[in-house]
């Protein structure tokens, strides 16, 4: 279950130490902006000596590479894909193209550490316009990519305007990459909260991302990863309501009805499917008693 995904400057030795420490889902070891180009050979070699020693007991690892139009992406790949990180984030993916170049270039590191092709997956980081008019061509170019990513900083950057934390201005975008990973049939993840220390426009923005249809929201600081994990949890309101579509479902055939109702609202198929969804995701999560369902 990935609700919350926390950015680790690849070049921070205490903070990528403690990464399983910190209550995220997934950690993303960051090896792009985080680091300058005069630490990106360090970097990169921390993280690959963090992932051969250090455990990072349940927290998916994914790690975030340089652009392909650097001269830095081939030898992170050469360095990371060895130690089988469960995701590889190319940053600035404007088509379908970047992500190809980079799944053949995995490919070939796969095989050449005699990996199962395939075994890395792709979240692409969707940070220009390009990209975002491109979202669901990179979304099915390839099996790797499991998941999209929005970047709000860059992409604000691209489009010329300012980035404030109401966040109108990547509403489009915000938009557009759900319907693009929704119809590719994967997940989706909201760009980061920037402001560290408001820790009421966190809850505002977490809340605001769960109710477009993003699967989970990243984080620059550990103290968002708490909010985050929350919103994008089911309450013990939703998972109480959640069985009782399916007891009124079960009461409705036991009486021969052709329609049930619970609550004097029709139960369609979207509110069965959201339903599911959400004792899924409580099962997974272990929350609410959803195992007894």
């Known amino acids: 279950m990935r609700r919350s995904m926390l950015f ?9 130490i403690n990464g399983d420490s910190l209550g995220a889902d997934s950690i993303i070891l960051d090896l792009e902006d ?4 005069d630490e990106k050979d360090s970097a990169r070699l921390l ?21 392909i139009d650097t001269d830095y992406w081939r030898d992170d790949l050469d360095a990371i894909i060895p130690l089988k990180p469960d995701l590889i984030m190319p940053p600035k993916a404007s088509c379908a193209e970047d992500i190809k170049t980079v799944d053949a270039y995995i490919t070939e590191v796969e095989n050449r550490c005699g990996i199962p092709a395939g075994t890395v997956k792709l979240i692409p980081l969707i940070e220009t316009a390009l990209g975002v008019e491109n979202a669901f ?4 170019t390839s099996p790797r990519v499991t998941a999209l990513f929005l970047g709000g900083e860059d992409l604000t950057a691209d489009l010329r305007c300012k980035r404030t934390k109401q966040g109108n201005e990547i509403n489009y975008a915000r938009t557009r990459l759900v319907c693009a990973a929704r119809a590719a049939g994967i997940d989706v993840y909201d760009t980061p ?20 249809g993003f699967s989970g929201k990243s984080a620059i600081a550990p103290r ?3 909010v985050i994990n929350e919103v994008f949890s089911p309450s013990l309101k939703d998972i109480e309501y959640a069985k009782l579509v399916f007891e009124a479902i079960r009461l409705g055939k036991e009486q021969g009805k052709g329609a049930v109702s619970l609550r004097g609202k029709m139960i369609d198929k979207p509110i069965v499917e959201r339903a599911r969804q959400t004792l899924e995701i409580a099962k997974q999560l272990g929350i609410g008693g959803a ?3």
């Open 224 to 226: 968002h990863v708490k």
């Open 47 to 67: 993280v690959r000596s963090a992932l051969e020693r250090m455990g990072f007991r349940g927290v998916e690892i994914t790690v975030r590479i340089n652009s």
């Open 34 to 37: 985080a680091v300058s180009p």
């Open 193 to 212: 909260f920037t402001d560290v220390n408001d820790d009421d426009g966190i809850v505002i923005d977490a809340e605001y991302a769960k109710s477009l």
């Open 291 to 293: 195992d007894d369902e």
């Open 137 to 140: 061509n990179i979304a099915t």
């Open 8 to 16: 680790l400057p690849g070049n921070t030795p205490n903070m990528i």
